[in-house]
């Protein structure tokens, strides 16, 4: 279990701290190897690891009792042992290799550079909490905006008249920004100030609303360590490409047997369209 990951592991700890578990023949087993070995096998959690330390000593003495023999008859020199070593070397090296390139690239002052661009790209985004009162019949919503010019309160009107399901919360929709609603009910709102109710009713395919503007902001950005593993993970992913692209000059390189053929969309079939987002109520 483990065996090609744990029968030659080397310790990194000093070795004052890291005591001797075992030994074979010469060869002395000490705990970080021990404990490397455990980190290998899958489903053990971190916190179970010390307790289980001891159980898995005797394991990694088979492995080495293994290891030893192997290499005792000669089993190094065979042709698939030398062709997995190969296969196995080649991951290592493309994998220390990207890894000490992307952390020249993906550095912190990188990120930063990053964030700052995605702010700019990105700005605060108007938004607005308002209520509606959601009718079926254009006329209704005429009385109800009469009763609001006359001091009525929205909200109570609201809860007794509108059909949406905002209604028993007294038409609250919240904060939202101009696109989360269908363009008729965005217009109004967005067109309105703080405090106004609307001055005729406004028309959806959801029915008729009488709209009123509680409150606006702009959206609020995130921060950078919200954003900090997206940023990363673009920057290597150009970093990437472009070691790539750097190590392909001058390379003759041919790709045989291998092009992408394009697929053509079936006859009479068109490509869908997106569709208007409903309004949030």
Do not use: C
């Not at 002395?28 to 001891?54: D, G, W």
């Not at 290592?92 to 990053?114: G, M, Y």
Request: charged share 30%; hydrophobic share 35%.
């Amino acid at each position: 279990m483990g065996g090609d990951q744990a029968a030659e592991v080397a310790s990194d700890a000093p070795v004052g701290d890291d005591p001797v578990m075992a030994k074979v023949g010469d060869i002395e087993i000490r705990r970080s190897e021990v404990v490397k070995f455990a980190e290998s096998i899958p489903n053990i959690p971190q916190e179970q690891i010390e307790l289980i330390l001891p159980e898995l000593v005797g394991q990694v003495v088979d492995l080495k009792l293994i290891t030893k023999e192997a290499t005792s008859s000669g089993l190094g020199n065979d042709p698939e042992v030398q062709k997995r070593v190969r296969d196995v070397k080649e991951r290592i090296l493309v994998e220390v290799f990207l890894n000490r390139a992307l952390e020249k690239e993906v550095t912190d002052a990188a990120v930063e550079k990053a964030y700052q661009d995605y702010l700019t790209e990105n700005p605060p985004v108007r938004e607005v909490s308002a209520r509606h009162i959601l009718v079926e019949e254009e006329e209704t919503g005429k009385d109800l905006i009469k009763q609001l010019d006359e001091g009525a309160d929205f909200a109570t009107l609201a809860k007794e008249h509108s059909t949406g399901p905002s209604g028993p919360g007294g038409g609250d929709l919240g904060f939202f920004q101009a696109e989360q609603m269908v363009k008729p009910f965005s217009d109004a709102a967005f067109g309105m100030k703080v405090g106004e109710h609307s001055t005729a009713p406004v028309q959806t395919r959801f029915g008729w609303h009488v709209i009123k503007v509680d409150a606006e902001r702009d959206s609020e950005q995130p921060t950078k360590e919200q954003l900090d593993g997206q940023l990363r993970s673009e920057l290597s992913r150009s970093a990437y490409e472009g070691i790539v692209e750097n190590l392909k000059n001058g390379v003759e390189i041919e790709i045989i047997g291998a092009e992408a053929e394009e697929v053509a969309p079936a006859e009479g079939e068109d490509k869908p369209e997106g569709e208007e987002k409903p309004a949030s109520e």
